[in-house]
């Protein structure tokens, strides 16, 4: 039996306009006062504590170790690999595939992406890819759950923002409900497979790079600095890339397509080979269905490449490529 196809709409229509009076520029309105957060709430934000400042102290304590030493070849051959089978299990499994409906894929395939999107310590699946939805529906406007322009354009508040979008959104008590975001994926009993794996699955993302790095080294010691580079040091690596979409590719960077009202979403080439073609991201915004993102000339699309690779496969099908027509008609 196939799988459930992903919704064509990108997110579920808005539930109500934004609040009147929001011009764009100025701060959100108040979510109210903090709530009392219960030992459930405080157990997420340590643990998000730890995930997103413990590959930092494993970079120290990597440069530590290394201190005028050379890093071992298998480091390095490790974290490209793994960097991209969980960077393309995040945009082309989680985003691209679950969250847009850009293809649809057998069910091997689909499980597999989820899986290795899970790899990358971003969250659960479907908590992921309901965020997600959420962040389309009220994109830069209030509900959006990582605004840059959440405290409005001064410069101050820009600031406040960028660091809000880039990682302070992750410790904020404001969780999206997926069966409102995300209720295919709940029905889908692969998926829900996958993300209560989560935990099991990010125990493995670790235990993998120090497994091979002792199995090829013979030592302990070369499985330790596999785990730090092909580990945390990768894991880090691919957060920022990832957050940076959120934060950077809203602020700067060129918009030769529409969007939606209050949506900035930008283009910002440098980005473009790290996040495996994720930060084309206004015409990602103009045309979010769309699998392909980097539609003009020159503009280098991993993502879309991969997709393209597993269509040719049979592995895809169904795939909402852009066409001229559909691109012009987006084109400012």
Known sequence: MPPPRTPKTSAPPDPAPSPQGYDGTSPFPSDGPAPIRDGGERLYVAVTGVIVVLPFVAIALAGWLLWGRLIHPTDIVLALVLYTITGLGVTVGFHRGLTHGGYRAARPVRIALAVAGSMSFQGDVIGWVATHRRHHAFTDRPGDPHSPYRYGTHLRGQLRGLLHAHVGWLFRSDSTPADRYAPDLLADRDIRAVSRAFPVLCVLTLALPFGVGWAI???????VTAL??????????????????NSLCHLIGERPFRTRRHDRATNLWPLALLSFGESWHNLHHAD?????????????DPSAAFIRLLERLGWVHDVRWPTADRVAARRV
Do not use: E, K, N
């Open 288 to 300: 979010p269905t769309s699998a392909r993102h980097g539609v003009d000339r020159g503009q280098v």
């Open 228 to 245: 730090l580079w092909a580990g945390l040091v990768r894991i880090a690596l691919l957060h920022h890339v990832t957050w940076s979409v």
């Open 217 to 223: 080294g013979g030592t302990w010691l070369y499985g």
